[in-house]
Protein backbone atom coordinates (compact mmCIF):
# COMPACT_ATOMS: atom_id res chain seq x y z
CA UNK A 1 0.00 0.00 0.00
CA UNK A 2 2.47 2.31 0.96
CA UNK A 3 3.86 1.81 -2.65
CA UNK A 4 1.22 2.31 -4.00
CA UNK A 5 0.66 5.72 -2.39
CA UNK A 6 3.75 6.64 -3.34
CA UNK A 7 2.55 7.60 -6.68
CA UNK A 8 1.83 11.05 -6.70
CA UNK A 9 -1.21 13.27 -8.93
CA UNK A 10 1.17 14.00 -12.67
CA UNK A 11 3.45 10.84 -11.78
CA UNK A 12 4.17 8.79 -15.05
CA UNK A 13 6.42 6.10 -14.19
CA UNK A 14 9.14 6.25 -11.28
CA UNK A 15 12.44 4.83 -10.74
CA UNK A 16 12.87 1.91 -7.95
CA UNK A 17 15.03 4.52 -5.99
CA UNK A 18 12.40 7.08 -5.65
CA UNK A 19 9.77 4.61 -4.64
CA UNK A 20 11.84 3.42 -2.16
CA UNK A 21 12.59 6.67 -0.84
CA UNK A 22 8.99 7.66 -0.86
CA UNK A 23 7.51 4.95 0.68
CA UNK A 24 10.12 3.92 2.88
CA UNK A 25 12.00 0.70 2.30
CA UNK A 26 14.96 -0.95 1.42
CA UNK A 27 16.11 -1.47 -1.94
CA UNK A 28 15.02 -4.97 -2.14
CA UNK A 29 12.02 -4.91 -0.15
CA UNK A 30 10.73 -2.38 -2.78
CA UNK A 31 11.81 -4.40 -5.30
CA UNK A 32 10.12 -7.50 -4.21
CA UNK A 33 7.33 -6.02 -3.20
CA UNK A 34 6.91 -4.26 -6.96
CA UNK A 35 7.14 -7.79 -8.39
CA UNK A 36 4.49 -8.85 -6.47
CA UNK A 37 1.93 -6.10 -7.61
CA UNK A 38 3.85 -6.23 -11.25
CA UNK A 39 2.81 -10.16 -11.33
CA UNK A 40 -0.81 -8.93 -10.29
CA UNK A 41 -1.58 -5.82 -12.50
CA UNK A 42 -1.22 -3.17 -10.01
CA UNK A 43 1.61 -1.55 -11.19
CA UNK A 44 3.55 -2.46 -14.59
CA UNK A 45 7.03 -2.06 -15.57
CA UNK A 46 8.28 0.48 -18.52
CA UNK A 47 10.19 -0.37 -21.39
CA UNK A 48 12.82 2.46 -19.39
CA UNK A 49 12.64 0.38 -16.34
CA UNK A 50 10.94 2.36 -14.15
CA UNK A 51 7.19 1.65 -12.63
CA UNK A 52 3.57 3.00 -13.48
CA UNK A 53 0.42 2.29 -12.01
CA UNK A 54 -0.88 -0.87 -13.57
CA UNK A 55 -4.44 -1.07 -15.08
CA UNK A 56 -5.95 -3.45 -12.41
CA UNK A 57 -5.96 -0.43 -10.54
CA UNK A 58 -8.87 0.92 -12.41
CA UNK A 59 -10.79 -1.84 -12.65
CA UNK A 60 -10.75 -2.17 -8.83
CA UNK A 61 -11.71 1.66 -8.83
CA UNK A 62 -14.88 1.22 -11.27
CA UNK A 63 -15.99 -1.64 -8.90
CA UNK A 64 -15.98 0.51 -6.00
CA UNK A 65 -17.68 3.01 -8.23
CA UNK A 66 -20.62 -0.35 -9.45
CA UNK A 67 -20.57 -1.03 -5.23
CA UNK A 68 -21.74 2.33 -3.97
CA UNK A 69 -25.14 1.86 -2.99
CA UNK A 70 -26.40 6.22 -3.50
CA UNK A 71 -29.15 5.59 -0.55
CA UNK A 72 -26.61 4.36 1.73
CA UNK A 73 -24.59 7.29 1.68
CA UNK A 74 -27.08 10.11 1.05
CA UNK A 75 -29.43 9.48 4.00
CA UNK A 76 -27.25 9.45 6.79
CA UNK A 77 -25.94 13.40 5.70
CA UNK A 78 -29.93 13.58 5.49
CA UNK A 79 -30.32 12.76 8.55
CA UNK A 80 -27.26 14.78 10.21
CA UNK A 81 -28.89 17.88 8.37
CA UNK A 82 -32.60 17.54 9.74
CA UNK A 83 -31.02 16.54 13.18
CA UNK A 84 -28.89 19.69 13.08
CA UNK A 85 -31.04 22.12 11.48
CA UNK A 86 -34.34 21.54 12.28
CA UNK A 87 -35.07 21.79 8.92
CA UNK A 88 -36.26 19.60 5.96
CA UNK A 89 -33.22 17.93 4.48
CA UNK A 90 -33.24 16.58 0.92
CA UNK A 91 -31.24 15.50 -2.40
CA UNK A 92 -31.64 16.47 -6.36
CA UNK A 93 -30.49 14.72 -9.22
CA UNK A 94 -30.49 16.21 -12.57
CA UNK A 95 -32.67 14.74 -15.50
CA UNK A 96 -31.90 16.89 -18.70
CA UNK A 97 -33.34 20.22 -18.13
CA UNK A 98 -34.88 19.55 -14.55
CA UNK A 99 -34.47 18.43 -11.29
CA UNK A 100 -35.85 15.41 -9.43
CA UNK A 101 -36.07 14.76 -5.72
CA UNK A 102 -34.41 11.72 -4.74
CA UNK A 103 -34.43 11.26 -1.18
CA UNK A 104 -35.63 13.49 1.45
CA UNK A 105 -36.12 13.35 5.29
CA UNK A 106 -38.78 15.73 6.70
CA UNK A 107 -38.18 18.57 9.67
CA UNK A 108 -39.50 17.79 12.98
CA UNK A 109 -40.64 21.07 13.43
CA UNK A 110 -45.10 21.44 13.16
CA UNK A 111 -44.91 24.06 10.37
CA UNK A 112 -42.35 22.53 7.68
CA UNK A 113 -42.01 22.99 4.03
CA UNK A 114 -43.81 20.03 2.01
CA UNK A 115 -42.61 18.25 -0.76
CA UNK A 116 -42.44 14.51 -1.97
CA UNK A 117 -39.37 12.42 -3.16
CA UNK A 118 -40.20 11.90 -6.90
CA UNK A 119 -41.22 16.13 -7.23
CA UNK A 120 -39.93 17.47 -9.96
CA UNK A 121 -39.02 20.76 -11.26
CA UNK A 122 -36.98 23.23 -13.27
CA UNK A 123 -33.32 23.14 -13.79
CA UNK A 124 -31.06 26.05 -12.82
CA UNK A 125 -34.35 27.69 -10.65
CA UNK A 126 -34.17 27.73 -7.24
CA UNK A 127 -31.11 26.74 -4.68
CA UNK A 128 -30.92 23.38 -5.63
CA UNK A 129 -31.53 23.63 -9.46
CA UNK A 130 -28.81 26.85 -9.35
CA UNK A 131 -26.56 24.41 -7.30
CA UNK A 132 -26.92 21.56 -9.88
CA UNK A 133 -25.30 23.59 -12.80
CA UNK A 134 -23.37 25.88 -10.40
CA UNK A 135 -20.04 24.60 -11.68
CA UNK A 136 -20.94 25.32 -15.33
CA UNK A 137 -22.22 28.69 -14.79
CA UNK A 138 -19.70 31.72 -15.38
CA UNK A 139 -19.02 33.60 -13.21
CA UNK A 140 -19.30 30.43 -10.55
CA UNK A 141 -21.35 31.31 -7.55
CA UNK A 142 -20.88 31.33 -4.10
CA UNK A 143 -21.56 28.01 -2.17
CA UNK A 144 -24.20 27.02 -0.73
CA UNK A 145 -26.75 28.97 -2.92
CA UNK A 146 -29.40 30.25 -1.01
CA UNK A 147 -32.70 30.74 -2.69
CA UNK A 148 -35.32 33.14 -1.30
CA UNK A 149 -38.69 32.67 -2.79
CA UNK A 150 -37.35 31.78 -6.50
CA UNK A 151 -39.67 28.64 -7.10
CA UNK A 152 -42.52 28.91 -4.28
CA UNK A 153 -42.93 32.37 -2.07
CA UNK A 154 -42.97 31.27 1.40
CA UNK A 155 -39.47 28.89 0.79
CA UNK A 156 -36.14 29.59 1.65
CA UNK A 157 -33.60 27.10 0.20
CA UNK A 158 -29.78 26.26 0.69
CA UNK A 159 -27.66 23.74 -1.25
CA UNK A 160 -24.74 22.98 -2.45
CA UNK A 161 -23.37 20.63 -5.71
CA UNK A 162 -22.28 16.61 -4.25
CA UNK A 163 -19.58 15.38 -7.02
CA UNK A 164 -18.94 11.71 -7.64
CA UNK A 165 -15.39 9.86 -8.20
CA UNK A 166 -14.93 10.97 -11.76
CA UNK A 167 -15.32 14.76 -10.94
CA UNK A 168 -19.06 14.81 -11.90
CA UNK A 169 -22.05 16.32 -10.48
CA UNK A 170 -24.10 13.71 -8.73
CA UNK A 171 -26.61 15.49 -7.10
CA UNK A 172 -27.16 18.80 -5.15
CA UNK A 173 -27.86 18.49 -0.78
CA UNK A 174 -29.11 21.09 1.53
CA UNK A 175 -32.34 22.22 3.17
CA UNK A 176 -35.75 24.10 3.15
CA UNK A 177 -37.07 25.94 5.98
CA UNK A 178 -40.20 28.52 6.12
CA UNK A 179 -39.09 32.24 4.97
CA UNK A 180 -39.82 33.23 8.26
CA UNK A 181 -37.68 30.74 9.68
CA UNK A 182 -34.25 31.86 8.11
CA UNK A 183 -32.93 34.72 10.25
CA UNK A 184 -29.13 35.63 10.35
CA UNK A 185 -29.09 33.04 13.13
CA UNK A 186 -30.56 30.10 10.84
CA UNK A 187 -28.26 31.64 7.84
CA UNK A 188 -25.32 31.50 10.46
CA UNK A 189 -26.03 27.83 11.56
CA UNK A 190 -27.17 26.27 8.26
CA UNK A 191 -24.99 27.16 5.68
CA UNK A 192 -21.66 25.84 7.14
CA UNK A 193 -24.01 22.85 7.32
CA UNK A 194 -24.69 22.22 3.67
CA UNK A 195 -21.37 23.16 2.88
CA UNK A 196 -20.16 20.49 5.27
CA UNK A 197 -22.83 17.48 3.88
CA UNK A 198 -21.87 18.27 0.35
CA UNK A 199 -18.00 18.17 1.00
CA UNK A 200 -18.58 14.71 2.84
CA UNK A 201 -21.08 13.09 0.59
CA UNK A 202 -18.65 14.41 -2.44
CA UNK A 203 -16.10 11.92 -0.14
CA UNK A 204 -17.89 9.31 0.32
CA UNK A 205 -18.60 8.59 -3.27
CA UNK A 206 -15.12 8.96 -4.31
CA UNK A 207 -14.60 12.40 -5.18
CA UNK A 208 -12.62 15.76 -4.40
CA UNK A 209 -14.38 18.29 -2.92
CA UNK A 210 -12.00 21.25 -3.25
CA UNK A 211 -14.13 22.80 -6.42
CA UNK A 212 -17.18 22.69 -4.13
CA UNK A 213 -15.07 24.15 -1.17
CA UNK A 214 -12.84 26.89 -3.69
CA UNK A 215 -16.41 28.90 -3.57
CA UNK A 216 -17.34 29.04 -0.59
Avoid: K, W
Wanted: charged fraction near 25%; aromatic fraction near 4%.
Amino acid sequence: MAILQSFEEGDAALPLVEIARRAGLHLTTALRLLGTLESHGFVQRGAAGGYALGPQLLALGERFRRSLRLEDQVMPALDRLRSESRESAAFFVREGEQRRCLFRQESPQPVRTVAQVGDVAPLGIGAYGRALVALEAEPRPRLPIVSHGERLPEVVAIAAPVLNGRGAVAGAIGITMPRYRFDPAAEARCLPLVLREAAALTRALGGDPSPILALA
